[in-house]
Nanobody, 126 residues
Framework: QVHLAESGGGSVQTGGSLRLFCDGS??????????ITWFRQPPGKEREGVAA????????YYADSVKGRFTASLDSGKNIVYLQMDSLKPEDTGMYFC?????????????????WGQGTQVTVSS
């Protein structure tokens, strides 16, 4: 079982930044065996993958809509995955979730992830 807890969401204006945290420190094992993917669900829309990081932390994958603005990183010692979000836009608004899977990350940012956090809200105003 993997327990994930997101935090770091909030309200910012266009162009602002936020740093999200996906905390797995509750578990005794590390993220070393899991692909961690960040998803978001805008109001009234389907959930979409925005970024993923490989178990080693050496490979990252991004949706075209966030490339160059979002950066995923891993602190394996703390069992925390970060999502640094810069140059935020109103269309980045949504509930952000992190999810874990032992299957390799995919460039499509899709998959049947068995482990999910509860989400953290991000609101970007114009």
């Amino acid at each position: 079982q993997v327990h994930l807890a997101e935090s770091g969401g909030g309200s910012v204006q266009t162009g602002g930044s936020l740093r999200l945290f996906c905390d797995g420190s509750r578990d005794t094992h590390t993220y070393s065996g899991y692909c961690i993917t960040w998803f978001r669900q805008p109001p009234g829309k389907e959930r979409e993958g925005v970024a993923a990081i490989s178990p080693s932390g050496l490979r990252t994958y991004y949706a075209d809509s966030v490339k160059g603005r979002f950066t995923a990183s891993l602190d394996s010692g703390k069992n925390i995955v970060y999502l640094q979000m810069d140059s935020l836009k109103p269309e980045d608004t949504g509930m952000y979730f992190c999810a874990a899977d032992v299957q390799p990350c995919t460039t499509s940012l899709r998959g049947d992830y068995p482990y999910w956090g509860q989400g953290t809200q991000v609101t970007v105003s114009s």
